[in-house]
């Protein structure tokens, strides 16, 4: 029988796109550290580095070993540069934890906010241009089987990915959303082909771990004002249960914590909604 805990001490953890503070990857990273692993924080530009920065040093101040990686892991070379900096810089020789959120990606061409990714969120599909739909999937799918491709080498038997993905890919009713909810569902696939075969080959767990609206992260700042609470907020909030419709990123990343414990060795391929009830 496992212990009845959540320790998380020894293992080395990483947690991509996790250098905005105020972001699912950030509270994910900081709920790991501070049930005992040693955490890299990841972001793509020069301009987040400060961001990062923040995020490192305030896991540190609870005396938890974190460093900052810059890596654009939608490319293979930029995720081989993450595994091997995080081997590296922990004078490790594995990795016990993988968790990937969205990186960050701008699009020049638009005044929307696209900090969820880049994946032409609040567009139409008929207003979507190629580039946002390349950009859209190397954000939230390239970068997830990148990611794993470079990191599962180093993972010991036992280890676990957790995939963040999105209860948007099981929503058709809200508008604006269809390249994000796309790219989302091909990353959910991904999860239980890797679930197969990391699982049959290493003992590796992968699951996927999908939010509904989380409140008060830069990935929000595409809505029109209101619109999270109200209009799109309700459409994607049909079938929530417990009264509000916007998560905490704190609740995002418990849930995070249940699945790469021990007490998750049991969970892997599985799609897991935290999202207050949320349903297709």
């Known amino acids: 029988m496992a212990p009845d805990t959540f320790s998380l001490t020894g293992k080395t953890a990483i947690v991509t796109g996790s250098g905005r503070e ?28 400060p961001r990062a920065a923040k ?10 070993d974190a460093i900052v990686v810059q890596a654009d892991v939608s490319t293979p070379e930029g995720a081989a540069k993450l595994a091997n900096e995080t081997l590296k810089g922990f004078n490790a020789d594995r990795i016990d934890i993988l ?20 994946t032409a ?22 970068s997830t089987l990148y990611t794993v491709q470079a990191v599962a080498p180093h993972m010991p038997r036992g280890g676990r990915i957790v995939n963040i993905g999105s209860v948007v890919s099981r929503v058709r009713n809200a508008p604006g959303l269809a390249v994000y909810g796309a790219s989302k ?5 991904l999860t239980g082909a890797m679930s197969y075969e990391l699982g049959t080959t290493k003992g590796i767990t992968v699951n996927t771990v999908a939010p509904g609206p989380v409140g008060d992260t830069d990935a929000n700042g595409w809505y029109p004002d209101g619109d999270m609470k109200t209009d799109v907020g309700a459409k994607l909030a049909v079938g929530a249960k417990l009264g509000r419709v916007a998560g905490e990123v704190d609740e995002i990343a418990d849930a995070v914590l249940l699945v790469v414990s021990e007490q998750g060795r049991w969970l892997t391929g599985q799609y897991i909604a935290a999202s207050g009830g949320i349903t297709e």
């Open 121 to 142: 969120q609040g567009v139409s599909i008929f207003d979507v241009s190629a580039a946002e739909v390349e950009r859209g999937f190397a954000a939230n799918t390239y």
């Open 22 to 49: 105020n972001g699912i990857g950030a509270a994910i990273a900081h709920t790991l550290a501070r049930n005992g692993a040693r955490v890299v924080i990841n972001h793509v530009s020069d301009s987040s580095a």
């Open 99 to 118: 968790g990937t959120t969205t990186p960050s990606i701008q699009f020049p061409e638009r005044s929307v906010n696209n900090a969820g990714g880049g």
């Open 55 to 64: 995020v490192a040093a305030g896991i540190q101040s609870i005396g938890a």
């Open 185 to 189: 569902a091909a990353q959910e696939y």
